[in-house]
């Protein structure tokens, strides 16, 4: 009888270390997938609008308690790429340029493993 019960648990230990490895690999390969490949570059792109929003504090009910949330101050620039307006939270860029200019920036393109555009955003 013991070596029966010895015998169950020992399958039932090598079983539960395939499912483990096999989960780990699921992830693995999940995160993986996941992953883009970045590509930069320098591009000239139109500031199609400013908004300048002052630092204010907004309240949140949490149970019974009023917390206070602090917001800074934004100084949005949103530039137009590829027919999609793209927006970069710089004073020093908000001060410097107008509505209608041509700024240069860099574009950061992410692609998948199949080379598909995922993920765009610009920086100054």
């Known amino acids: 009888m013991d070596c029966v019960i010895v015998l169950l648990l020992g399958v039932i230990t090598v079983l539960f270390a395939v499912v ?4 780990m690999y699921v992830i693995v390969m ?9 590509e930069t570059f320098y591009a000239n792109v139109p500031v199609c609008e400013k908004e300048y ?21 934004k100084y949005n620039v949103y530039l137009m790429y590829e027919g999609k307006s793209h ?28 080379d598909e555009v995922k993920d765009v955003y610009l920086s100054v």
Request: glycine share 6%; hydrophobic share 35%.
């Open 20 to 23: 483990a490895v096999w989960l």
């Open 30 to 38: 999940a995160i993986y997938r996941k992953t883009l490949r970045y």
């Open 53 to 73: 929003e002052k630092e204010h504090i907004t309240y949140v009910m949490t149970g019974k308690v009023m917390v206070p949330q602090f917001h800074d101050r």
């Open 87 to 114: 927006s970069i939270d710089s004073e020093e860029l908000y001060g410097r340029v107008n509505v209608g200019e041509i700024v240069r920036v860099k574009v950061h393109k992410g692609y998948n493993k199949r």
